[in-house]
């Protein structure tokens, strides 16, 4: 009996056409993401090239941008947390905290402090430590995250809706340890429609959210196409110490993945594309 001769394309075509499973390279070939993972892999060359430009960043001027990564909002109504620093911290097991750990979808009726908002925000991004940088005026601050080049490139944002202070927006200010209040009222409706909460978590009496976002320069400059790999790599570190920090008080939070980005870009009021949001936390007590 002649078999039947099926040139290696023609069988590649009909594979595909039979495979019906939810994934394979078929499925995902002509995708944004895997375009731009493909085409910022490094290799000798690369890597040397991009070495070279990486060590050309180490000039004074470069340096002295690279220090200050520090976004402001002069004439905002601040409110400071280093009141707090001397209140001691709660006693939690690393490892107690990191099994206990889950995502939190339905909350009480609570009134978060300013103390746990302290605790929140200076451990999950706040500074640690500051150390002088040669040949240039200022210092080089680190912070709770490894971060590429000490660049530092997010920004955090809270929405409260219930807590020692009005409701209303913030940004949290790690080098001043403080609150900038951007704009006072309730915004919970608005926000939770554009959070992609809506439809996942009971709305009656969370806290607040946590909006993380990044200032792209911050990391290109010096890193170029590749520093976004980096850049999302701290946003999950970011997420995971205030995922672990909720826990460790007694209180839940639960990572949203269908916001809208535009429209919280908007609420913020940021300069997108210079900066855009990259995650929102719902957060609250836990029943």
Request: with cysteine; hydrophobic share 35%.
């Amino acid at each position: 009996m002649k078999l039947r001769t099926i040139k290696s394309e023609s069988v590649r075509e009909e594979i595909d056409r039979m495979d019906t499973a939810p994934s394979g390279i078929h499925r995902i070939k002509d995708s944004v993401a895997l375009l731009y993972h493909e085409n910022s892999k490094f290799d000798e060359l690369i890597a040397r090239r991009e070495g070279i430009k990486i060590g050309a960043f180490s000039n004074p001027y470069v340096n002295a941008r690279a220090v200050q990564p520090y976004k402001a909002y002069p004439g905002k109504k601040t409110i400071s947390l280093n009141p707090y620093r001397e209140l001691p911290s709660p006693q939690a097991d690393f490892f107690t905290t990191l099994r206990k750990r889950s995502s939190t979808r339905t909350f009480v009726k609570y009134s978060i402090s300013l103390n746990e908002l302290f605790r929140i925000l200076t451990y999950a991004y706040g500074i640690t430590r500051s150390g002088n940088v040669t040949n240039i005026e200022g210092h080089q601050s680190y912070r709770t995250v490894p971060s590429p080049g000490a660049l530092f490139p997010l920004e955090i944002y809270i929405v409260l809706f219930s807590s020692d202070i009005n409701e209303g927006l913030y940004h949290f200010r790690p080098d001043i340890n403080a609150l900038e209040c951007l704009k006072e009222g309730s915004f919970k409706k608005s926000f939770t429609r554009i959070s992609g909460a809506e439809n996942f978590i009971d709305m009656e009496f969370p806290c607040g959210f946590v909006i993380v976002t990044s200032v792209y320069e911050r990391v290109f400059i010096k890193y170029g196409e590749r520093g976004y790999r980096w850049l999302l790599q701290e946003v999950g570190f970011v997420n995971q110490n205030l995922a672990l920090i909720f826990e460790a008080l007694g209180l839940g939070s639960c990572m949203l993945g269908g916001f809208l980005d535009d429209k919280v870009n908007e609420f913020i009021e940021i300069d997108h594309p210079g900066e855009s949001v990259q995650s929102v936390t719902v957060f609250g007590k836990k029943e």
